[in-house]
C-alpha cells in the first residue's frame, strides 16, 4: 500500500486534503489504476479543475511507481501510512493526521515529553540565543525538541537541541528529503537525521512550495506538548503553528522581547492575550509538569569590568550602535569604542557593520558565528 500513497503524494498540487479526499474514494493502488485509464468523475472533482485531472493522468501514465518506491529506499527514507506499526502514534488520533509519513532517521525518538520552538526566520541575535539556550537546555532535561529547521528561531534550537547532545531532535520538513531547504541549513538537517529524526508528509522530489509549510506546521503542533513561541512578527508561520496549537489545546508560552523589536510584536500580543511567558527551560519545564532543573550551563565569561557593564546596560538587549551607547551613557567616543572591543574578545557582545547586540551565555561549539540565525539589524 505504501508505494501506491508514495505514488499519488507525488502528484502534482497534491497536499494533505486532495490525498484524504481520494482515499476516502478507494484503496491507493485501485485510485492509480483509475488515474491511468478513462476519466473517473470522482477523482475529477477532488481536482477540482480539469487541467489538474489532465496532469495526474498524465503523471500516472509516466511515473514508474516500482522505482519510486526504490528511490525512497534507496535515500534511506521510510514510509509509514496512517494505521501501520512505524506511523508515530501521537499523530493517529490528531485532528488532521498525514495519511502518510515519511522519515530519515530513527521514528521510534517520537516518544517522552516534547517541546515544540518557533519563531521568526528574520530573529534577532537575542531570539537566536533565546532559541539556543531553550534548545540546549530542554535536552539537557530530556525534552525532545521539536521545530520546522527553517533559518533563524528553528535552527538555533535544534543548533542547541544538538549542542546537548542528549534527547534526540525531531524536525518537520515541508517538502521532499533530497531537497534540503534551506540549503544554508544542510549540516543541520543531516545531524538531526543522524541522531534524531527527520519527518514530513512529502515524497522525495517534492518541492518547497509555500502551500506545504502551513501543512507541516500543523504536525508540529501535533508532535509537541506544549509550543513556545521566541520571535515571531505580527503574522508568519509561528503564529500560524500557535492556531493550530490551540486546535489541539496545546499550552502556548511566549518570550518577552524587547517593546521596540518587531521581531517580538507577535511574542508580545500573546502574553497579552493571556499565553504564560517563558523566560528561560524551568518555566517550559514547569508546563510540562516537570520539575525544574538547573540544565544551563554556568557563564565563564570574564567580568566585563565596570565601564564595560555600563555598556551592557545601556546596550540592554537590542541593537545599538556606538553613537547611541555614546548618549546612553556618558562615555566618549574613545572609551566606548574600547569597551566594545573587550567585549566583543571576551564574548559579551557581537558585532555586525555598525550595530551592537548583546549576546547570552556563550555556545559550547561556537555553531552561533554567522549561518545558523540569518539576523537582523535594528
Given at each position: 500500500?505504501?508505494?501506491?500513497?508514495?505514488?499519488?503524494?507525488?502528484?502534482?498540487?497534491?497536499?494533505?486534503?486532495?490525498?484524504?479526499?481520494?482515499?476516502?474514494?478507494?484503496?491507493?493502488?485501485?485510485?492509480?489504476?483509475?488515474?491511468?485509464?478513462?476519466?473517473?468523475?470522482?477523482?475529477?472533482?477532488?481536482?477540482?479543475?480539469?487541467?489538474?485531472?489532465?496532469?495526474?493522468?498524465?503523471?500516472?501514465?509516466?511515473?514508474?511507481?516500482?522505482?519510486?518506491?526504490?528511490?525512497?529506499?534507496?535515500?534511506?527514507?521510510?514510509?509509514?501510512?496512517?494505521?501501520?506499526?512505524?506511523?508515530?502514534?501521537?499523530?493517529?488520533?490528531?485532528l488532521?493526521?498525514?495519511?502518510?509519513?515519511?522519515?530519515?532517521?530513527?521514528?521510534?525518538?517520537?516518544?517522552?515529553?516534547?517541546?515544540?520552538?518557533?519563531?521568526?526566520?528574520?530573529?534577532?541575535?537575542?531570539?537566536?540565543?533565546?532559541?539556543?539556550?531553550?534548545?540546549?537546555?530542554?535536552?539537557?532535561?530530556?525534552?525532545?525538541?521539536?521545530?520546522?529547521?527553517?533559518?533563524?528561531?528553528?535552527?538555533?534550537?535544534?543548533?542547541?537541541?544538538?549542542?546537548?547532545?542528549?534527547?534526540?531532535?525531531?524536525?518537520?520538513?515541508g517538502?521532499?528529503?533530497?531537497?534540503?531547504?534551506?540549503?544554508?541549513?544542510?549540516?543541520?538537517?543531516?545531524?538531526?537525521?543522524?541522531?534524531?529524526v527527520?519527518?514530513?508528509?512529502?515524497?522525495?522530489?517534492?518541492?518547497?512550495?509555500?502551500?506545504?509549510?502551513?501543512?507541516?506546521?500543523?504536525?508540529?503542533?501535533?508532535?509537541?506538548?506544549v509550543?513556545?513561541?521566541?520571535?515571531?512578527?505580527?503574522?508568519?508561520?509561528?503564529?500560524?503553528?500557535?492556531?493550530?496549537?490551540?486546535?489541539?489545546?496545546?499550552?502556548?508560552?511566549?518570550?518577552?522581547?524587547?517593546?521596540?523589536?518587531?521581531?517580538?510584536?507577535?511574542?508580545?500580543?500573546?502574553?497579552?492575550?493571556?499565553?504564560?511567558?517563558?523566560?528561560?527551560?524551568d518555566?517550559?519545564?514547569?508546563?510540562?509538569?516537570?520539575?525544574?532543573?538547573?540544565?544551563?550551563?554556568?557563564?565563564?565569561?570574564?567580568?566585563?569590568?565596570?565601564?564595560?557593564?555600563?555598556?551592557?546596560?545601556?546596550?540592554?538587549?537590542?541593537?545599538?550602535?556606538?553613537?547611541?551607547?555614546?548618549?546612553?551613557?556618558?562615555?566618549?567616543m574613545?572609551?566606548?569604542?574600547?569597551?566594545?572591543?573587550?567585549?566583543?574578545?571576551?564574548?559579551?557582545?557581537?558585532?555586525?557593520?555598525?550595530?551592537?547586540?548583546?549576546?547570552?551565555?556563550?555556545?559550547?561549539?561556537?555553531?552561533?558565528?554567522g549561518?545558523?540565525?540569518?539576523?537582523?539589524?535594528?
Amino acid at each position: 500500500m505504501e508505494a501506491w500513497l508514495v505514488a499519488l503524494a507525488s502528484l502534482p498540487a497534491v497536499g494533505p486534503a486532495r490525498l484524504r479526499a481520494m482515499l476516502a474514494i478507494d484503496r491507493p493502488s485501485e485510485l492509480w489504476t483509475s488515474l491511468q485509464g478513462p476519466p473517473s468523475p470522482e477523482i475529477a472533482k477532488v481536482a477540482g479543475k480539469r487541467e489538474l485531472y489532465e496532469q495526474w493522468h498524465r503523471t500516472a501514465a509516466d511515473l514508474d511507481v516500482a522505482r519510486l518506491w526504490t528511490r525512497h529506499r534507496e535515500y534511506g527514507v521510510g514510509v509509514a501510512a496512517l494505521g501501520t506499526p512505524g506511523y508515530p502514534p501521537v499523530l493517529c488520533d490528531d485532528l488532521d493526521p498525514p495519511a502518510v509519513v515519511f522519515h530519515k532517521g530513527d521514528p521510534q525518538v517520537v516518544h517522552g515529553p516534547r517541546v515544540a520552538i518557533v519563531g521568526t526566520r528574520r530573529c534577532t541575535r537575542y531570539g537566536s540565543d533565546v532559541a539556543f539556550e531553550l534548545g540546549r537546555d530542554l535536552a539537557l532535561a530530556g525534552v525532545g525538541v521539536v521545530s520546522g529547521l527553517a533559518l533563524g528561531i528553528d535552527a538555533a534550537a535544534h543548533a542547541g537541541a544538538l549542542d546537548a547532545n542528549a534527547a534526540p531532535p525531531v524536525a518537520v520538513v515541508g517538502n521532499g528529503m533530497d531537497r534540503v531547504y534551506p540549503e544554508r541549513n544542510r549540516a543541520l538537517w543531516r545531524a538531526v537525521a543522524d541522531l534524531g529524526v527527520l519527518l514530513g508528509e512529502a515524497p522525495l522530489g517534492a518541492p518547497p512550495e509555500r502551500w506545504r509549510f502551513p501543512a507541516r506546521n500543523r504536525i508540529i503542533a501535533a508532535l509537541a506538548d506544549v509550543v513556545v513561541v521566541v520571535e515571531s512578527h505580527a503574522s508568519g508561520g509561528a503564529m500560524h503553528t500557535v492556531v493550530e496549537a490551540a486546535a489541539r489545546n496545546r499550552a502556548v508560552l511566549a518570550v518577552p522581547g524587547p517593546v521596540r523589536s518587531s521581531a517580538s510584536d507577535g511574542c508580545h500580543q500573546l502574553l497579552a492575550d493571556g499565553c504564560a511567558p517563558c523566560r528561560d527551560g524551568d518555566d517550559v519545564l514547569l508546563a510540562l509538569g516537570m520539575s525544574g532543573a538547573e540544565t544551563a550551563p554556568v557563564d565563564s565569561r570574564p567580568d566585563p569590568g565596570t565601564v564595560g557593564q555600563r555598556v551592557l546596560e545601556a546596550l540592554g538587549w537590542q541593537p545599538a550602535d556606538a553613537e547611541q551607547i555614546k548618549s546612553r551613557t556618558g562615555l566618549t567616543m574613545v572609551q566606548v569604542a574600547g569597551a566594545v572591543e573587550e567585549l566583543r574578545v571576551a564574548g559579551w557582545v557581537a558585532v555586525s557593520g555598525r550595530w551592537i547586540e548583546r549576546v547570552g551565555v556563550p555556545r559550547r561549539t561556537g555553531s552561533d558565528q554567522g549561518p545558523l540565525n540569518g539576523s537582523v539589524k535594528g
